[in-house]
């Protein structure tokens, strides 16, 4: 059976250990080379960006997120072991683990790695079909003959490349459709390279829950529930037509998947549809000035990201939910696209006045959608506010600053609230 180390990335029959190197680190499959879909998916992406830039985190418990009523965004194997899960509740989560260091989101710098790994991925396909800032999908057909060696080798390459020159690690699924790719890339995080071959399928899929299907959710498990469906096997005693006339288009779906069959072909103009980030406050406020401080903060961090990736945007929208738990969503059209927060933050604060009264609030966001380039961005003066190039200038100069100096070189005062 072929075998491949991925440690150094030699070839080989079926072995225990690699007979070069010697290393445990041994990938073993019938299809091992014939396979060029994949999915790379970083392995709690942010928490190890944080460890990385900080050694002393090495070996704690770290979760990235909010306050104690806010949610975890992502923790750290460490912290996961101790069962702590994103999206969990943030005072979940120090029950859990109260050893935890809880730290805020820095989008910049989780732009400015997933940017190094996406070069990297450039270089094995011009295929990459991006998801978020750490996982993308890559179809890496018909690369032998550039690169001389079969897809596996150069994904085990790629994530060889990302741990020694960037400090972190991803795992790797590798299949024969996007579905399954997927799949794979979780079934050994982290550091894991898993494959799903054509001819055991089936047989893989069979007793695995439907929630393995991406974008199952918790609505949609309880309408499979109620149909006796837990199961791929039990998936696959449903006739077509059947499905369809109980779950709609859902059910076309459920059938292929059911096989695993999924036709979509990896693409490389998959769109980001928004750049958004929001808080959960530890206590209900109406308080303008806490709000007005936390809507600004919200804008610097939309705009770094934006920056950081060349997006623009031409409609801020807010969301806040008041303490009763009702959601109120407020949204703008610009003239032009943005990426600037002082553009950002007068758009989100005049949005928030016409609803300012409904406090108290437990959580605000700020967002911007109709992502663009960001090449025709914040091009064009205002003639109804001739100071906003002034501006402009001016929060370009401050991220000039803070690029060299640090991101707390130079502030605004409202951030400071």
Not at 150 to 164: E, G, Q, S, W
Not at 273 to 283: I, M
Not at 383 to 410: C, H, N, Q, S, V
Request: glycine content about 8%.
């Amino acid at each position: 059976m072929p075998a491949l180390c991925r440690d150094c990335l030699t070839t080989f029959d079926s072995a225990t250990r690699c007979p070069h190197c010697r290393s445990p680190r041994v990938t073993r499959h019938a299809e091992l080379f014939d396979l060029a879909i994949a999915h790379m998916d970083c392995d709690a992406f942010y928490a190890s960006v944080e460890k990385r830039d900080n050694p002393e985190l090495a070996d704690k418990p770290v979760i990235i997120g909010g306050g104690k009523r806010g949610v975890v965004s992502t923790a750290c194997y460490v912290a996961r072991i101790r069962g702590v899960k994103s999206a969990m509740p943030m005072f979940q989560a120090l029950k859990l683990c109260p050893d935890a260091v809880v730290l805020p989101p820095r989008m910049a710098a989780y732009a400015e790695a997933s940017r190094a790994i996406r070069a990297m991925m450039d270089e094995l396909t011009p295929i990459v079909e991006p998801l978020s800032l750490d996982e993308a999908f890559m179809d890496l057909s018909g690369t032998i003959r550039l690169h001389g060696a079969p897809p596996a080798v150069m994904l085990a390459r790629l994530i060889k490349r990302m741990k020694t020159e960037l400090g972190l690690s991803g795992s790797i699924g590798l299949s024969h459709n996007k579905f399954l790719a997927k799949v794979a890339s979780d079934l050994e995080k982290p550091r894991g390279f898993s494959i799903i071959g054509k001819a055991e399928t089936t047989a893989f899929l069979r007793p695995k829950s439907v929630r393995l299907i991406w974008g199952i959710g918790p609505a949609a498990q309880v309408s499979l529930n109620k149909a006796g469906i837990q199961t791929f096997d039990d998936l696959l005693r449903w006739d077509r037509r059947d499905l369809h006339d109980r779950f709609g288009n859902m059910g076309e779906r459920l059938y292929a998947l059911a096989r695993g069959e999924d036709g979509r072909r990896v693409s490389t103009h998959a769109p980001v549809k928004s750049l958004t980030n929001e808080t959960t406050f530890h206590v209900d406020t109406a308080d303008p000035e806490i709000l007005d401080g936390h809507l600004w903060r919200m804008a610097e961090k939309v705009s770094a990201r934006a920056k950081a990736t060349g997006k623009a945007g031409r409609v801020v929208t807010i969301k806040l939910k008041t303490s009763d738990f009702k959601l109120i969503s407020k949204r703008q059209s610009l003239r032009h696209p943005t990426q600037m927060t002082d553009t950002l933050y007068r758009s989100a604060r005049g949005l928030f006045d016409q609803v300012a009264g409904r406090g108290p609030f437990r959580l605000l966001g700020v967002g911007l959608s109709e992502i663009t380039s960001a090449d025709s961005a914040d091009r064009e003066g205002d003639l109804l506010d001739p100071d906003a190039e002034k501006r402009a200038r001016a929060e370009l100069a401050t991220d000039k600053i803070r690029a060299r100096f640090g991101k707390d070189a130079i502030m605004k005062g409202r951030a400071l609230r």
